[in-house]
């Protein structure tokens, strides 16, 4: 089998209702040979070159494994030489690179280089050794330039969390939401291995999608409709707050006071739900059967600033913004507007566009839909697509970044002995109809007998991205929301029912290569550079090779249970670029009518490791319900405890040698200088010293831990033991040199505040008098992770001052 990148030979379409879109790629290697030696050209007559890459752990060095760290397009460097007034300029390419030639850039000159256009939330690298937006080389020079986006970060091993589901009315135990190590493995057997409780079903009722706001450390819940489950006591619009730490929860918001999240009559008849308080009760819950996925709310997430929560408004078809604030204001202080939506973009011919999915990714919403071929009841029109949401201008662009065709042959959810008795080979259309899912007897020789009941019905639930920028899928199956196990029909009213139905689901995974700025979706198992575990297993989309010969595989294949069920994915992916490898809830991990986690290698499609999350208690009455949903859906979104990032304040101390305020290439750096880090009250916190490079550097940690949207002064010659800094002379005096500051503000090109020297004297500040007549810098973080790498101190000699230096610049500050 031939494996390497590809690429469609027809791609854009537009998503619902057009003409069917070709997904037989074509294997290209020659034009990689070509850029391949175009850049080994390029690099050997530069003078000056680098790359600019995402520095997803945040550690200076630019990796090209484990994770593969991907470079940075479209960011405008400019460089300015020794005496030039008029900076060159060049643009990265898409893999990061840039270069300047012999013939711009002589052998020896001092060049000041500036980077800007730096995608959404995304800074420099809080490591020395990563560069910043603003650096100082001799030709010939190849340097490194490491970004960072807060989101992309996660530590090695952060705790893993799920909501797990219980049927009946709402109850004390077990826990709603678990939480379990990232290394946990098998099936647990001690209480060391076994799920911790964080949330209880009580107090959160039936949530799927999670988001955590790492400052505050709180687990945002999001309500939505489950049959033969409880909606929690704030309802369809209900919105919780969970601390992990302290394993406590509580009730936020109700949305459903601001929006509208379902039909006047529908809301009727899911006011009439009642449950027993015993599960081994059967409930036929006809009322939610129908308005699964339909109404209520789908995904959330939060973007790095983490002041709004996006959510996903099913029954409106919305993406919805909440300005709930960071760290989380009180629920009584949200007013209406306070809710911002957008609508989701739609096609209306073969059927009705159902989202779900919502996902922050480097500076952008991704949001999924399908096409619920609802009107045309043909497989052949159901149809998944990814849409981009620009948090710049706040639009949807219409035309999707992904377009998945779901016709293709997924396998089975069920095998039997044969396909007489096998179930839910294909996506189906979405169904209200109870006699159009597909049964099979489970058990005939228990009164009432026991059936599977199959219908895979698609959800783009889940988005992730892993560290080479291929998107993930997840599709899960509408069923298993609508069914449970050993419960009754939504038709039943008979007191003494024949049958009792166990649901069985067949999601599916997939994955879509990043390739020239476009997705590129699997094809018989081969997604990219990569090949799966699946090639050729008939289970997946599509390759159409010379001779119209077609193969089909899966890039993910090991998501099935023994023979039987071979799609037992229940609807999460969860992919960091830190974490590089992908995470999966499915059912059946490790035995029958279970839940849990699978670890897939990104790479491959191999399995790492399955883990147990809940199992079905065992019962002498075999036709009784169970608390847990066995095979039908019964654990929700998998998200990652991960720790906010450290914030990174600095950057360059040097000496400003003609006064002008503006940091020239030749001009030298200075080392020794003390800087020290006061609240907004002059309270010390820190202090630091410039090093050879004139570098310096606040890094928030244990012992240094600062909060946001509050100002902070950096202090320049001051450690409260020893001053540099003279307030009678108002002169610098560093290692039996004395300096005076340079001008304040007076950066120039398109880049101005990047260039220049940020110190004034201060004066006038009633909130740190005890900083009144020293040089500050004042600066405010407004997220975790920011790398403020913009506060550069520049000193004029002073020993003796000329007369050409200039006047100490002062800024009051009140």
């Avoid at 090779?545 to 890039?555: H, I, K, S, V």
């Avoid at 506060?791 to 006047?807: E, I, S, V, Y």
Wanted: proline share 6%; aromatic share 10%; with cysteine.
């Amino acid at each position: 089998m031939i494996t390497g990148l590809i690429t469609p030979a027809r791609y854009a379409c537009a998503c619902l209702g057009a003409i069917a879109c070709s997904t037989a790629p074509r294997y290209v290697f020659s034009s990689l040979i070509v850029i391949g030696l175009s850049l080994l050209g390029h690099t050997a007559s530069a003078q000056v070159s680098g790359t600019v890459y995402r520095d997803y752990d945040r550690n200076g060095q630019h990796s090209v494994t484990a994770p593969t760290e991907l470079g940075v397009g479209g960011i405008l460097v400019s460089a300015y030489l020794d005496g030039i007034t008029q900076p060159l300029s060049a643009t990265t390419a898409a893999d990061g690179t840039f270069h300047f030639s012999s013939g711009q850039i002589a052998p020896g000159m001092q060049v000041r280089l500036e980077f800007a256009g730096r995608p959404l939330y995304t800074y420099d690298s809080p490591s020395f050794t990563a560069g910043s937006d603003v650096q100082f080389v001799r030709a010939p020079a190849s340097i490194a330039y490491g970004l960072s986006d807060p989101a992309d970060y996660c530590q090695a091993s952060p705790l893993l969390v799920t909501p797990v589901y219980q049927t009946g009315a709402l109850k004390t135990g077990p826990g709603t939401l678990l939480s379990f190590p990232f290394t946990a493995e098998g099936q647990p057997t001690t209480i060391q291995e076994m799920p911790s409780q964080i949330g209880m079903s009580a107090d959160l009722g039936t949530v799927w999608a999670t988001a955590l706001q790492r400052q505050s450390n709180k687990l945002v819940s999001v309500s939505f409709l489950k049959r033969h489950a409880a909606l929690g006591p704030l309802g369809l619009g209900g919105i919780y707050v969970t601390n992990p730490t302290s394993a406590t929860s509580s009730a936020y918001v109700d949305i459903s006071s601001y929006i509208n999240l379902a039909s006047p009559s529908d809301l009727t008849a899911l006011s009439a739900r009642s449950f027993p308080q015993s599960f081994s009760t059967a409930t036929a819950d006809a009322a939610a059967f129908p308005l699964v996925g339909k109404v209520g709310l789908g995904g959330a997430t939060f973007t790095p600033r983490e002041d709004q929560l996006w959510v996903v408004n099913l029954y409106e078809k919305s993406l919805v913004s909440i300005n709930v604030g960071a760290p989380l204001r009180p629920a009584n202080t949200l007013t209406p507007d306070a809710f911002t939506s957008y609508t989701i973009p739609q096609s209306l011919t073969t059927g009705v566009n159902r989202p779900w999915a919502v996902t922050y990714y480097q500076g952008k919403l991704y949001v999924g839909v399908v096409n619920d071929a609802s009107v045309s009841r043909k497989q052949a029109d159901l149809r998944a697509c990814v849409y981009v949401f620009d948090l710049t201008t706040n639009t949807f662009n219409t035309t999707p970044v992904l377009n998945v065709p779901l016709g293709y042959r997924k396998g089975w959810a069920v095998a039997g002995a044969n396909a007489a008795t096998s179930l839910g080979e294909y996506w189906e259309p979405w169904s209200d109809s109870w006699a159009e899912f597909s049964t099979n007897i489970l058990n005939s020789a228990t009164v009432p007998q026991i059936a599977r009941v199959v219908r895979p019905q698609p959800i783009l639930s889940s988005i992730g991205f892993d560290a080479n920028g291929a998107m993930l899928i997840g599709l899960m199956d509408r069923t298993g929301h609508q069914t449970s196990r050993n419960q009754l029909a939504p038709t039943e009213t008979s007191p003494s029912p024949t049958t009792v139905y166990s649901g069985y689901t067949g999601g599916d995974i997939l994955r879509a290569a990043l390739f020239n700025g476009m997705y590129l979706l699997e094809a018989n198992g081969s997604s990219g550079s990569e090949s799966g575990c699946g090639v050729d297993n008939g289970q997946g989309p599509v390759y159409t090779g010379p001779g119209n010969t077609t193969m089909a595989g899966e890039f993910y294949c090991n998501d099935q249970f023994s023979t039987l069920n071979q799609e037992t994915f229940a609807g999460s992916v969860l992919s960091n670029p830190s974490l590089d490898n992908l995470f999966v809830t499915l059912f059946n991990p490790l035995t029958t009518w279970s839940g849990g986690t699978a670890y897939f290698d990104a790479k491959n499609g191999d399995l790492l490791r399955r883990y147990e999350v809940y199992r079905d208690e065992t019962s002498s009455v075999l036709t009784a319900p169970r608390s847990t949903f066995g095979a039908s859906n019964g654990v929700g979104q998998l998200n990652a405890l991960c720790e906010a990032p450290a914030v990174s304040i600095g950057n360059r101390v040097w000496v400003d040698v003609n006064g002008d305020g503006v940091q020239d290439p030749a001009e030298p750096p200075l080392a020794g200088v003390k800087l020290s880090l006061y609240s907004a009250t002059g309270v010390r916190l820190a202090t630091v010293t410039s090093d050879a490079q004139g570098q310096y550097r606040f890094q928030s940690g244990p012992t240094l831990v600062l909060t946001y949207n509050t100002p902070y002064f950096i202090v320049v010659g001051s450690d409260q033991t020893s001053q540099q800094f003279n307030t009678t002379s108002n002169l610098l005096t560093v290692s039996n040199k004395t300096y005076q500051l340079t001008g304040w503000n007076q950066g120039v090109g398109t880049n101005a505040s990047l260039n220049d020297s940020d110190a004034f004297l201060l004066t006038g500040s009633s909130t740190a008098p005890n900083l009144n007549g020293l040089p500050v810098m004042q600066f405010q973080l407004s997220l975790p992770g920011q790398t403020i790498n913009s506060l550069d101190l520049g000193l004029q000699d002073a020993t003796p001052c000329k007369p050409a230096c200039l006047p100490i610049t002062a800024q009051r500050i009140r």
